[in-house]
């Protein structure tokens, strides 16, 4: 059995920007966000940007919790497909959504830019595929409304993807530079620093919220540290824990990642593009800026794996086990890249809803409360689009909020993907 060090690979060995303190005294700030993750650090980027007075404030330091079990990686379809969205929420919505999240990428990457920290960012081409003929048609007739669309894409066969790829691959879509990857943990400790030094955000670290009280237009919210920060407008940010208010969640899924030691080169791998296997519940690979390989899976990509062995041997054990069959699938597509050796890894737990898109926006029953529910992994994207969303919101400007609204019809269908 491989041996695996069982701590995040972005946090491990890396020393935060800065630290901050845990909140010592009352405060009064216009916008409150709660959650120290790269969603927050987004959120309360831009809202300090545009002037408000900000506080953040986080029960880990900066960059812990989901952010640190993330994968870095950002995809203009946020692994939805446009066919079945369209079926979801409408064809125009389905593609005014998928252009949301490409405008989405060129603000992240705008953003990563004028950070004085390297963060890892790099576009990538986006490969999503199936290994073998079982999706019928399905690939091609994407690829063709994708391209109908206006989207940059090329459809790819066995013959296509022959020379490309040195792993199976029956039908394939090519996003041509409608991906990235970077270092998720680096770019929130940057985004905090830059917003602290820049536009005054005031952050307060391992200050956990209590309690949260809305009376008379205003949100009081008690803390850990038996202190008290009053605001107007209070931004929630803190991942799965807002589906105890919005009950809107469908189910949750377990993520498992391994990242390796680095290896010389790519052979079979052309452009280190970034890999969606969709057969089943798929799986993604990404390469990093020191050459190593990067694959995760959700808890039911091993559904093979014998229950009856697992309850025998322990959740220990049967952890291990997928880690070694994510190992097992590197080496399988891989067979060219020699000495591939695991260096870490880890899982982590996610929320998702029935028709796999975000929450975002106010709900009637909580005023002055902004939500910003992921559904799936954390995500860049998802909350560039948020921050542009809530700002408007917040300035009682023109916004378009039906497509993520908490009150929209389709989070009451049955999920997309059978999920």
């Not at 894409?153 to 040195?166: F, H, Q």
């Not at 029956?170 to 270092?183: F, Q, R, Y």
């Not at 919220?209 to 237009?217: Q, Y």
């Amino acid at each position: 059995m491989r041996k695996f060090a069982s701590t995040p690979f972005w946090t491990n060995g890396a020393k935060p920007l800065c630290q901050y303190p845990w909140l010592a005294q009352n405060e009064r700030c216009e916008v409150l966000v709660l959650g120290g993750g790269l969603t927050g650090a987004v959120l309360a980027y831009h809202f300090a940007a545009d002037g408000a007075d900000v506080c953040l404030l986080t029960r880990t330091p900066i960059g812990y919790g989901a952010t640190a079990y993330g994968t870095g990686i950002m995809e203009y379809d946020n692994n939805l497909s446009l066919v079945q969205l369209g079926k979801s929420i409408g064809k125009q919505a389905a593609v005014d959504c998928l252009n949301r999240y490409c405008d989405a990428l060129d603000s992240i990457e705008t953003l990563c830019d004028s950070l004085d920290t390297d963060v890892g960012f790099a576009r990538r081409d986006a490969l999503s595929y199936t290994p073998s003929g079982d999706h019928g048609d399905f690939f091609h007739t994407e690829y063709l409304i994708r391209r109908h669309n206006g989207f940059d894409v090329e459809y790819l066969d066995r013959a296509a993807a022959r020379d490309r790829y040195s792993f199976p691959l029956e039908d394939g879509i090519l996003s041509k530079g409608l991906a990235a990857e970077m270092d998720p943990y680096r770019f929130t400790q940057a985004l905090v620093q830059k917003a602290s030094r820049e536009f005054g955000l005031r952050c307060y670290e391992m200050s956990e919220a209590t309690a949260i009280a809305l009376s008379d237009g205003r949100v009081t919210v008690q803390t850990n540290t038996h202190q008290t920060i009053r605001s107007d407008k209070l931004v929630l940010a803190t991942g799965m824990s807002q589906n105890d208010y919005l009950k809107l969640f469908s189910g949750k899924k377990a993520v498992f990642t391994v990242v390796t030691e680095p290896v010389d080169s790519f052979p079979g791998y052309d452009g280190r593009t970034i890999l969606r296997n969709d057969a089943g519940s798929g799986f993604h690979v990404r390469t990093t800026p020191d050459d190593r390989l990067i694959i995760s899976g959700s808890d039911s990509l091993f559904s093979g794996v014998d229950r009856r062995f697992a309850k025998l041997s322990g959740p220990v054990r049967l952890t291990e086990l997928r880690y070694e069959r994510l190992m097992k699938m590197l080496d399988e597509m891989f067979c060219g890249i020699g000495g591939i050796v695991p260096c870490h890894c880890f899982s982590g737990t996610y929320g998702y809803t029935a028709d796999m898109l975000p929450v975002i926006g106010e709900h009637e029953d909580y005023q002055n409360v902004y939500f910003c529910m992921e559904s799936g992994p954390e995500n860049a994207l998802t909350a560039e689009i948020a921050a542009d969303l809530l700002m408007r919101l917040y300035h009682n400007e023109p916004y378009e909020l039906k497509l993520f609204s908490p009150k929209r019809r389709s989070l009451a269908r049955r999920a997309i993907f059978g999920a």
